[in-house]
């Protein structure tokens, strides 16, 4: 019997061992928070960190001991103190982290006052809530898994199970669905190593821990299955410890969703963790019947996926026989259609019609069926309501089901084939009408007899309302040159919108479509900012380009209320690409059939060419002889080095960009430089390729320390403006540094026969006569070359001899110039 102050005992005595032997720390300390007083348990606290045991003695300064301990929360335990002692608060409560490297605790700080004499003190206490915050931690990361909507259900179930293997201290976690007289391993959390994986079975006898939960629909906690429930012991799992609470779906059990380990766990498990498993289990059910919910209505929908309702001759609502949520893309509030009527969901007119079916339909007693369109909250719809008579008793003798089939899809196929069919008459006739310009373009010998016949054409049909040709006149504008349906006095005040949808087809080399120029123009007065057709029209950009050059661009304008399609564009773009070709051909005509021709000599510094890179590099001259285009899309170019070694060369051309290989095929000599040949598997547009596309003639192309220089003879009619910009657009920092007009004397077929004929010794002519008029050159040859060699008396090797040399004479004919360019 413990004793009391009526057996004689003070009251005062019995205090201070209690508190002495109290497990909690504690200490009193007085309006200094000096500590005055303090337990065993306080000194044992103060001395678990790297600290002397005596910091916390009698005489100590507890603000100094709590910045010692944890310097995040010294300031809060002070002040906190100070308003105790100051009479501001009537307690003060703090919870805080003392952790070391070797555990993580937490503590909850106590304070209250007490006055003994008119003095005032304070009581302090620290109580450990390390174990109540393992509990808040491992509730809260169980509700952040349940509740993140990213993650799908295996996923969840696979966390919690890994969460409570690890707050449980168990090896195994599952989830399993009872099917018969198997358990099914739905999810499991198991050590590596062990074989165990989801979709595996077992006979439900051979867990009775399971069976007994579902059996008892009632949470197991066992911390050692042999001392507690020896009953339940199974000799196949060997489980010694176990944790599970029944999964219910629908009211029955679906399964367990349980913790166990081959060991007695190592405390006893108490009735929290029997509630956070339980959490699970709860959490696994509600997810699993809501999952099953939604798979019926999923199935009930997709068998029946038109909306169905009943409805009486005054078109009112009588029932829904689809699910609410199944209409919210239909109406606006689902919940609340039975009891309205067809006017108070549907626009008047749709309403008056589908009212009028269902009365003929219950009058006639015979299937009716109507269109209509309603704006719902999935946007524009299409229905058709299809109504019968209903006989039975349940509803009023006069009503209807109506079943709204949806037959929006089928309505824009419909729209759809009807815009298909008419784009493909018209791109049917705008093929029609490029095979037209392409034969009028055939006859034309100048770039304006193109850009006019071309203009004509495209307008002559009803196809385009208005048509011009710019070209480029600076960054920002062009200049018309050629039109057709458009004032010819309009062509001066093209407006900015027009510059810059032209200028953009010239950068990008791309068709370019506006739906609508007069909305993307401003509305001003000022005439230049009003396009030249002022109605509603779609327009299109068509660059006139070969791929290296660009000669222009072509508007078109449609008519009003049509719009340019993709695949009208791609024939536009054709077109550009024809026009183009064409342009470059009457170019090259005029170059061949000039008496007099222009010389201009180009430099570029600053290139990105990587012979001039590759030049400035060996400070070398680097000389181009001839460009090959290959079947594959690649190019090769010949180039005679000067002035350094050709195989340092040879590596650093083919380490460049764009290059894919470099081969010395002509070593040096006395009267030659090394040729290299130089594959190039990019090709890229370059000044060289405009000047061919304009008509000129490459007379010399060298990089000379890291600068091009180049030369070209082109048609005195040629706008030599024109060639320089599309230059420039390649490679802005070239120069023309000469014109000059030159004497080019034209030399007919016949002309350039009897040159080469000249330049072949007879015994050669004869060989080459003989071989060309016996087939062998035909294939399959029609006389071999000994055969050749009998007929001209002469041995095989002497005939392969006059042929090679007769073959290099008529191709240095074809393919060098007289002045050795």
């Known amino acids: 019997m413990a004793p009391s102050v009526a057996d004689g005992h003070d009251e005062w005595s019995l205090l201070g061992p209690a508190i002495e032997a109290l497990p909690i720390p504690f200490a009193v300390l007085d309006r200094e928070e000096t500590v005055l007083a303090a337990n065993r348990a306080w000194r044992e606290f103060a001395g678990s960190d790297d600290r002397p045991a005596d910091s916390d003695a009698l005489g100590a300064a507890y603000r100094e001991v709590a910045a010692a301990a944890d310097d995040d929360h010294a300031g809060q335990v002070s ?173 029955d059990v679906y399964g367990t969703f349980c913790f166990y380990g081959q060991d007695p766990a190592a405390r006893e498990y108490t009735q929290w963790d029997l509630t956070f498993v339980r959490i699970f289990a709860d959490w696994a059910s509600y997810e699993l019947e809501s999952r099953r919910r939604a798979d019926q209505l999923e199935a009930l929908n997709t068998a029946f996926p038109d909306p169905s309702f009943v409805v009486d001759a005054e078109g009112r609502y009588l029932d829904c026989l689809t699910a609410p949520e199944a209409l919210d893309r239909i109406v606006e509030d689902a919940d609340s259609l039975v009891g309205q009527t067809l006017h108070d969901v549907l626009p008047g007119a749709t309403a008056d019609s589908l009212l009028s079916t269902v009365r003929d339909s219950i009058s006639s007693g015979a299937f009716q069926s109507v269109e209509y369109r309603l704006d719902a909250p999935a946007g524009e719809l299409w229905f058709e309501a299809r109504v019968a008579p209903l006989d039975t008793g349940e509803y009023d003798p006069d009503a209807a ?28 006739r705008l093929n029609a009408l490029g095979r037209e310009i392409m034969k009028a373009l055939q006859g034309a010998t100048t770039r304006e007899a193109i850009e006019s016949a071309v203009c004509a054409h495209l307008t002559r049909s009803d196809l385009y309302r208005a048509v011009w040709v710019g070209i480029r006149e600076s960054e920002s504008t062009v200049e018309p040159v050629a039109a057709a349906g458009v004032p010819d006095d309009t062509l001066e005040t ?136 290959t079947s594959d899309g690649t190019r090769l170019n010949y180039v005679r080095v000067h002035e350094a070694d050709p195989v340092a060369v040879c590596r650093a051309l083919a380490a ?9 095929v002509q070593e040096a000599t006395e009267d030659r430089s090394s040729l290299l040949e130089v594959t190039f598997g990019t090709v890229e547009a370059s000044p060289l390729d405009v000047l061919s596309d304009y008509g000129g003639a490459v007379t010399r192309a060298v990089a000379d320390s890291g600068d091009l220089l180049f030369s070209a003879e082109i048609a005195p009619e040629t706008d030599v403006r024109a060639v320089v910009e599309a230059i420039r657009e390649i490679e802005p920092t070239v120069e023309l540094r000469s014109k000059q007009y030159l004497d080019q004397p034209v030399t007919t077929v016949s002309d350039f026969q009897t040159q080469v004929r000249e330049k072949l010794t007879p015994k050669q002519a004869t060989a080459l006569q003989t071989a060309y008029a016996r087939g062998y050159y035909d294939w399959p040859r029609e006389s071999s070359a000994e055969e050749l060699a009998e007929t001209l008396g002469i041995s095989a090797p002497t005939l392969h001899y006059r042929l090679r040399k007769a073959h290099d004479t008529v191709m240095a004919s074809l393919f060098e110039r007289d002045d050795g360019g």
Do not use: M
């Open 656 to 664: 460049a960009g764009r290059v894919e290989g470099c081969t010395i």
């Open 79 to 251: 002040e906190g103190l100070r308003a105790v002692l100051e009479g501001e608060r009537s307690q003060f409560e703090l919870a805080y982290p003392r952790h070391s490297p070797s555990s993580g605790r937490w503590y909850l700080l106590r304070a209250a006052p007490f006055t003994v004499e008119g003095v005032r003190f304070v009581a302090v206490a620290h109580v450990d809530i390390t174990q109540r915050k393992a509990r808040e931690e491992a509730l809260r990361r169980a509700h952040d898994i349940c509740t993140d909507s990213d993650r799908t259900f295996a996923e969840q179930v696979d966390a919690l199970l890994e969460l409570g293997c690890e707050v449980l201290g168990t090896d195994f976690g599952t989830l399993s669905h009872v099917h018969g007289d198997e358990y099914v391993f739905e999810a499991v959390a198991a050590p590596p190593g062990v074989d165990l994986e989801p979709g595996e079975t077992t006979l439900t006898d051979s867990l009775p821990v399971c069976q007994h939960v579902v059996d008892h629909r009632e949470p197991l906690a066992l911390s050692d299955v042999a001392a507690q429930a020896p009953t339940l012991e199974d000799p196949e799992w060997g489980i010694a410890n176990y944790v599970g609470a029944p999964v219910v779906v629908d009211g």
């Open 401 to 428: 089901i109506v079943v709204a089939r949806e037959i929006t899809e089928y309505r824009e196929r419909q729209a759809a084939l009807e815009r298909q069919r008419d784009e493909l008459e018209q791109l049917q």
């Open 494 to 629: 093209v407006s900015v919108h027009e510059h810059r949808l032209a200028t953009d087809a010239l950068a990008t080399d791309e068709v370019v479509v506006v739906d609508d120029l007069t909305a993307v123009a401003r509305r001003s007065t000022a005439e230049t900012d009003v396009p030249l057709v002022r109605e509603r029209s779609a327009v299109a950009a068509v660059p006139l380009t070969t791929g290296e050059t660009t000669f222009g661009v072509l508007l078109v304008y449609a008519p009003v209320g049509d719009a340019i399609g993709e695949r009208e564009a791609d024939i536009l773009d054709d077109l550009g690409q024809v026009i183009a070709l064409a342009i470059q051909r009457v170019n090259s005509q005029r170059s061949l059939l000039s008496a007099t021709a222009i010389e201009l000599e180009f430099r570029i510094t600053d290139s990105t060419s990587v012979y001039a890179d590759v030049s400035a590099e060996f400070d070398c001259l680097l000389d181009l002889e001839r460009r090959v285009p």
